[in-house]
């Protein structure tokens, strides 16, 4: 059995630059778990469409629950093999993307279009879709509502770090990450409390010598 998902997403860049940005979009803030890239072949067809395929390597890390039925020495990364073709005369461009590890633990296909927003010229529309299965048996359910989890997930990231991309590659200030804006918070939160504190502390001696 497959879970299927889909769903859409728009970036306000022209596809010329979320294409460009496409290959530009690691390192950034949001793509911690992306340890490697590296291209295994690349050409240009008849047509003039660009066919690549690249080797990523990412952080995986299985749930605690998961962990009985797994190999005790199991590698914390895993292997994702990406296939894209660019298509400059349909102004597409489609990537495939699947894991070759622990594939028969789980396995993720993932399908993305990108194409011109038929409504604004300056956008890209994105139509992704993922397909998720495993091999466990009596724990398919488990581990499909697993991954489609972590998919979601890490579609919320890619987004974050396109935009992120394409603003500075426009000369903008990216907005800020979600670490930072929690670390400013933090500190907001921990220089209140020492003040409070302070007061606490000070009235606490006041009343002591009353």
Not at 76 to 90: F, G, L, R, T
Not at 170 to 185: F, M
Request: net charge positive; with cysteine; charged share 25%.
């Amino acid at each position: 059995m497959v879970k299927y998902y889909c769903c859409a997403g728009m970036l306000k860049s022209s596809w010329d630059q979320v294409c460009v940005a496409f290959w530009q979009r690691y390192p950034n803030p949001y793509s911690n778990h992306v340890l490697t890239e590296d291209i295994i072949f690349r050409e240009v067809t008849p047509t003039n469409c660009l066919l690549s395929r690249r080797l990523l390597t990412k952080t995986s890390r299985a749930p605690r629950w998961m962990e009985p039925y797994l190999p005790k020495q199991m590698s914390s990364s895993a292997y994702i093999i990406e296939d894209s073709i660019v298509d400059p005369q349909k102004r597409t461009m489609t990537t495939l993307t699947w894991n070759i590890s622990h594939a028969r633990l789980m396995s993720v296909e993932e399908r993305c279009k990108y194409y011109i927003n038929p409504e604004n010229g300056s956008c890209t529309e994105i139509k992704r879709e993922a397909w998720i299965s495993t091999t466990i048996y009596g724990l398919s359910r488990a581990v499909q509502e697993f991954g489609l989890r972590r998919f979601k997930n890490s579609v919320t990231k890619t987004m974050k770090g396109f935009e992120y991309v394409l603003a500075k590659m426009q000369g903008e200030t990216p907005s800020r990450t979600l670490t930072e804006t929690a670390t400013e918070r933090a500190r907001g939160t921990a220089l209140a409390a020492k003040e409070k504190a302070k007061d606490l502390a000070s009235q606490a001696q006041k009343k002591q010598y009353v």
